[in-house]
């Protein structure tokens, strides 16, 4: 039988994973050029929004959880001008992914319920946050799709 901790653990972290597949299944099909436009003008661009979720991922998991280091400077998420290759950017964002199962599998049952503080956070412990940081990642995801398909149709 297993038990929660595992079942929390495991599931999680196949979450993770399965979103982290579906940002590079949206990213394959565009071009470097597209991966940076802004199809509105409002808004960001699908390389923007990988730098951002990879921000909050390294911050409010690896940071504060995993403990490690990350200094984050959201605001450049979304205005880094620099326009780094679309593979860097993605491959960073694995990163960001590979970082979170590992954290999400060294958490003890304790664990869990610590108490979890940091700059921006409204979570109560840490699997709050996990799962917040999931959700967010979810809805960023459904952004990229509409990306996707507006940058296809004006071709």
């Not at 959201?74 to 590979?98: C, G, N, Y």
Request: aromatic letters at 10%; hydrophobic letters at 40%; a neutral charge.
């Amino acid at each position: 039988m297993t038990d929660l901790k595992e079942t929390v653990a495991s599931s999680l972290a196949a979450r993770y994973t399965k979103l982290g597949c579906g940002v590079r299944e949206l990213a394959v099909t565009l071009s470097d050029e597209q991966f940076w436009a802004k199809p509105f003008a409002f808004g960001n661009s699908f390389g923007h929004l990988v730098l951002h979720l990879t921000g909050n991922l390294n911050y409010y998991i690896g940071a504060q959880i995993a403990v490690t280091g990350y200094v984050r400077d959201r605001p450049l998420e979304f205005s880094d001008a620099t326009r780094p290759s679309k593979a860097e950017v993605l491959k960073k964002f694995d990163q960001a992914i590979e970082m979170v199962v590992g954290a999400i599998n060294s958490q003890s049952a304790e664990d869990w319920s610590k108490e979890y503080i940091a700059v921006g956070a409204d979570a109560r412990d840490r699997f709050d946050m996990v799962l917040q940081c999931a959700t967010h990642l979810h809805h960023h995801i459904g952004q990229m799709m509409y990306l996707g398909f507006e940058l296809k149709r004006k071709g």
